[in-house]
């Protein structure tokens, strides 16, 4: 018990300790760094930190936030006019054509998805890359993110109805080399291997991601978005 009242204790200074610091922060005392306040807009190039999934959901709520961390970041991003009817409009989107390093085909996307892909990118994709390969990824290989539909045999409408989802069949390495959803998949080989991180890597910044071992619908690309639902399959 006086364990337990001596933690509390310290728990509780250290709190007390935080928040007047913070404060004073606040009130321009002293500069608060970036990384280590919630309130703060992410410095996407930065390494993930405790509270960077904090700071992404201001991110993923206002598209003007998102515009302007992903044009800090060095990614060209412009806030389209909202468009579509019904169940599909679309709002708070941009054409993204690149991320950290690698390009894509443009695509029409929600900003708060672009934002989350560039954070794969650049703290999953490419270090994996380059431990693996010794290569960066050079392209994204995909099969878009808009698309005005209901999910596969169902009758509910897909997020990608909304640009709220993306989906990737593969990757193009720097020497032309293609790791494919469809060829390369569950193989015991690098490749393999690259995307079983790949996978698991959108599942760290994405509500839903949905791969082969999910169903035969997606045996060539993973699914990921960012509705209310979430999985990692
Ligand atoms: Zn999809």
Redesign the pocket.
């Known amino acids: 018990m006086a364990i337990a009242r001596r933690i509390g204790g310290t728990v509780l200074v250290a709190a007390a300790v935080f928040a007047a610091s913070y404060g004073l922060s606040r009130l321009g005392a002293f500069e608060w760094p970036r990384r280590y306040d919630p309130l703060a807009l992410p410095d996407l190039t930065d390494r993930p930190g405790i509270f960077t999934g904090w700071q992404m959901k201001l991110v993923d709520a206002d598209a003007a936030n998102c515009v302007f961390a992903l044009s800090r970041a060095g990614v060209p991003a412009q806030l389209k006019p909202s468009h579509g009817g019904g169940s599909c409009v679309v709002e708070g989107a941009i054409d993204l054509a690149r991320l950290s390093v690698a390009r894509l085909t443009p695509e029409e996307t929600r900003c708060a998805m672009a934002a989350r892909l560039y954070m794969w990118e650049r703290h999953v994709l490419q270090p994996a890359a380059q431990r693996l390969f010794n290569e960066p990824v050079a392209e994204i290989l995909h099969f878009g993110s808009y698309s005005c539909r209901t999910k596969r045999r169902r009758s509910s409408m897909s997020e990608?109805a909304t640009a709220n989802?993306f989906?990737i069949s593969g990757f193009k390495l720097r020497s032309g080399r293609i790791v494919s959803v469809k060829t390369d998949w569950s193989k015991a080989t690098d490749a393999g291997k690259f995307l079983f991180i790949a996978r698991d890597g959108l599942c760290e910044w994405f509500n839903l991601t949905l791969s082969p071992d999910y169903n035969a619908d997606h045996e060539d690309h993973f699914?990921a978005d960012m509705g209310w639902r979430r999985s990692c399959r």
């Open positions: 990608h989802a989906d699914h």
